[in-house]
């Protein structure tokens, strides 16, 4: 009979996958355009529609910076301002959800097209919103972003 010792279970791979997507990337790496539009979907996933303010700390550099219209005025650099802006939103809009309609990377740049839907917790109302988001990705982290949102309104 073959030894166990030698087998790699899938309790293991998933593991070490796991171990894989929250490791700090080197600042030294320089990701591809594919590997920026994976990293972007699956910040958009985690941060919002799952709801995880601790990516934050993984996925914002530490000079993060803001540039879009729906920015607060005097955010917090780094991860400490999108958690906080989240994280008021989470609260008006506890079920907020974000699909990516559309995304397109070059170097370090990934732009997203995107629709915001969520029911607002004091009036009740099933609200939506669409945007466009542009990234800068730096050493595996987001360095900048550029957003131009729709004021939400009433989903008919």
């Not at 030698?6 to 998933?14: D, P, R």
């Not at 945007?131 to 009433?154: C, D, F, M």
């Amino acid at each position: 009979m073959p030894s166990q010792a030698g087998l790699i279970t899938s309790e293991a791979v998933n593991e070490r996958q796991r171990r894989e997507r929250s490791a700090p990337v080197p600042a030294s790496t320089v990701m591809s355009s594919e590997e920026n539009k994976a990293f972007v979907r699956r910040h958009f996933e985690e941060f919002v529609n799952q709801k995880n303010l601790d990516v934050a700390d993984r996925n914002f550099a530490a000079d993060y910076r803001e540039h879009g219209s729906d920015a607060p005025p005097n955010s917090a650099p780094g991860p400490l301002g999108p958690k906080t802006y989240l994280a008021a939103a989470f609260k008006r809009y506890p079920d907020l959800r974000v699909v990516i309609e559309d995304i397109i990377a070059e170097g370090d740049k990934v732009a997203v097209r995107n629709r915001w839907q969520a029911t607002d917790a004091q009036t009740g109302i099933a609200m939506e919103f669409s945007g466009i988001v542009i990234w800068r990705v730096s050493a595996g982290k987001l360095a900048e972003r550029w957003a131009y949102l729709q004021t939400p309104h009433p989903i008919h």
